[in-house]
C-alpha cells in the first residue's frame, strides 16, 4: 500500500478540463522546456557574468567577456517569464488540487518569489546600466550582481521543492511549511542537476553568440580570439554536462519508489546517454585543432534539445505514475460526494432536532428545553443579549399570557435600539407555545 493511512482525500471540483488532457500534458511539457531554457540562459548567465567579472579584476579581456553575457541575461529573463505563463496555467488546470496544496503547504516561501523576482530583475538592470558608472567602483558593482546571483540561485528551490510536494499527498499532512518541504528526497538532487544544466546550455549558448557572423568580434575584445571565447564555453558547458550526469544519476538512484516504473528508468536512461555524448562532442571541440571546433555544434544542440523533451516527459511520466492511484482516490470519492448529494436532494428529510430536558425543572421541564433550543441564542435570564432579558420580558408579561404568546408568534417592533425579532408562528405548536410561556412566566 504506497498510500498511508494519513493521506488526505480531497474531492475534486467537478468541472471539465477546458481541453483534451492530452493536449494539456504536451502543452505543459512543451512550453515548460522553452520556459526552462531561457531560466537557464537568464542563471547560466548571471552565474558566468559574475565569475568572469571577478576574472576580469586581474584580465581586462575577462571584464568585456563579462559585458558582453551580461546584455543577455535581461532579454533571457523577459523571455523566461513570458514563456512561463504558459506551464504555469497548464500545470494549475491539470493537477488543480495538486498544485494548490503544495503551494498553500509552503505559503510563505511560494510568495516569496514574487518580491524575490522583483528585486533580483531590479539588479540585473541596475548592473546592466551601471557598467560604466561604476567602472571606478567594480566591487560595488560585482556584488551587485552577486545578490542578483544569490537571490536567482534561491528561487528555482522553491519552485522545485513545490513541485515535488504536489506529488507526495501522504505527505501533506506533516508538512510544516517550506523547509520541511524542502528535505523531502530527491529536492536537492534536481536542483544541483539543475543548475548544471544552467551552465551547460549557457556555455553553448556562449559558443553560438560568438560565432554569430554579424557579431563585431574583433572590435569588442582586444586579445580574445573568436576561438578564446568559444573555447571558454564550451568548457563551461562540459562542466554543466558533468554536474547534469552526475545529478543526474544521483536523482534517478533517489527517485521516491511511488513513481519508478521501468517506462521511467528507461526514457531517464536514454536522455542521460545523448548527455554523455553531448559531453564527448563538446570535448573533442576544445581538443582537436582550432579549426574544428565547430564540426560537432550543430549535433550538440539537437542533441541537446533531445534530451530536454526525453527529460521533461520522464519527468512527467513519474509524475503521472506518482499520482494516478491518489487521482483515482479522489475521482471515485468526488463521484460517492455527487451520488450522495444529489440522492439528498432527491429525499429531503425533515430533521426534528430532540429537546434537551432538564429534568429539575419538574413540570418546566419541556418549556425549559424549547427556550433553550429556539430563544436562547438571543434571550438571557438577566442580562441583554440580543434581546432583552427574561426579567424583563416577566415584568412585562405577568398574567398576561396570551398577549405574550401573540409577542412570540408576531413580534412588534418596541425598541429603538434593538433589531427585529424573528417570528415563530409556524415552527411552535399550540402546545409547545403554552409550555414555553409557562416556563417564562415561572422564572423569578
Ligand atoms: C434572533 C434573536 C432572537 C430570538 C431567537 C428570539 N428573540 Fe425575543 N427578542 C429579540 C429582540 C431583538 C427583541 C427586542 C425587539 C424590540 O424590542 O423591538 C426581543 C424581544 C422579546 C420579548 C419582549 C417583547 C416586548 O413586548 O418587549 C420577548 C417576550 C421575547 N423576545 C421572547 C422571545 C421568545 C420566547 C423567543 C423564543 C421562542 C425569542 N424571543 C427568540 C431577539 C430574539
Redesign the pocket.
Known sequence: MLLQINTPIPKDIPLELPLPEWLLVTLLVVSFLLHIIFINLMLGGSIITLWAQIKGLKNKEYDIFAHEISKTITVNKSMAVVLGVAPLLSINTLYTIYFYSANALTGFAWIMIIPLVTIAFLLTYLHKYTWEKLEQSKKVHIAIMGLAVVIFLFIPLIFLTNVNLMMFPEKWGTIKGFMSALVLPNVFPRYFEFLGACLAVTGIFIVWYNNRKNYPFEETYKTFTRYDVKKIGYSIAIIGLGLQILFGIIVLFTLPAKGIGYDVIAVMTAAGSLLVIVLWWAYKAITNEQQHIDQHFKKIVFTMLAFMVLYGGSRQMYRHNALHKHQDLVAANTAEFQRLSKEARENPVEVKEELELDASLGELATGGA??KQ??????KKDEK????P?L??VS??KGKVD??KN??KA??????D?????G?KD??SDEELSE??KY?LSIK
Do not use: S
Not at 385 to 388: A, K
Not at 411 to 416: E, I, M, Q, W, Y
Not at 418 to 422: L, N, S, W
Open positions: 424549547i427556550f429556539k430563544c436562547g441564542a438571543c434571550h443579549l440580543v434581546g432583552p427574561m424583563e420580558m412585562i408579561y398577549d405574550l409577542w412570540i413580534p412588534g417592533k418596541k425598541r429603538p434593538f433589531p427585529q425579532m424573528p415563530f415552527q411552535l414555553l410561556t417564562i
